[in-house]
C-alpha cells in the first residue's frame, strides 16, 4: 500500500490502541519521508488533528520532523514503542504493593494494566468505563484476569468501595496536567473524595512537552478531561514507581511545536 493510501487509513482508524496508531504511523512517515521529505510535516499535522487525544502519535511526530533520515528515525520510535518498558514496571510496582487479596480498579484504556497483569493477574479487579469502552476493556482484561467485575462511569463510587488503587492510563500527559477519558475523570474525583489512592501509568510517549501537550489538549475540546497532578498519589514509567511531578518532568521528546504552528 502506498504511504498516501497508509496514512488516510490511520487518520480514521478508529478503535485502535494508541501504540498500535503511532508505530503505523511511525513506519508510514519514514517512507514518506524518504521519498519526500517535505510531505513529511503536513501529513504529521494532519494525522495529530485527527487523532489529538493520541499521546504517542504525537511523540512520535515530533521525533520524525526534525529526522535528517526519516526511515533511520522510524525504525527507532518504533523500536522503542514495540520494547515498552512500562508494563513490567507496573507488575513490579503491584507486586511491591499489594496482595493476591487486593481489590483494584481500573478505567480505560487498559493496554498497560493487560500487560502488567498478564505477568501477575491474581488481584481481584473491578473495570469502570464508559459505555463505548466496556465492552471492548472488558474482554481485553478477561484473557489476564479470573476475577473482574464491569462498571460503567456512573457505578464509580461503587466499584471503588473496599479497593486498594484506582489504575489510570492518561492518553497525554505533562507537568501541566494529564488528559483522560471522560469516565476516568469522574472515576479519579470520586477516589480522591474516597480516600482510595490513584495510580497514573505513563507508557512511552505519552509524557509530552508542555507547550505540545497543552495545545494537544485544546484540540481535544470537550472529548477528553485535563486533570490536575496533583490528584495522583503515584505515577508508573519506564524508570519505576514515583511521585507524579518528577514523572512528568521526564519528558524524552522534542519540542515539536512544528506541529502547532498550522493552527496557530
Known sequence: MHPIERLRWIARAEGESATTIAT??????GELGAADPAAVLTASRRLVERHPGCGPLWWVCAHMLPSGDPYETAQ??????????????????????????????ATAPVDLVRQALARRGTYHLRLVADYSWLRHATRELGTVVDDLTSWEGGEAERALEGASALLVEPCLASVSGLLVEPASGAAVEMAVEMGVPVWALLGTGVVLPQGLADFAAELTGEDLELLEPDLFAWAVDESGQGEIEPVLARVACPPGMELVHRFA
Open 24 to 29: 503505523e504511523a511511525a513506519w508510514t512517515l
Open 76 to 105: 527507532t520510535v518504533t523500536a522503542t514503542l514495540m520494547s515498552d518498558t512500562v508494563p513490567d514496571r507496573v507488575a513490579d510496582a503491584l507486586r511491591a504493593s499489594f496482595t493476591s487479596s487486593d481489590v483494584l480498579v
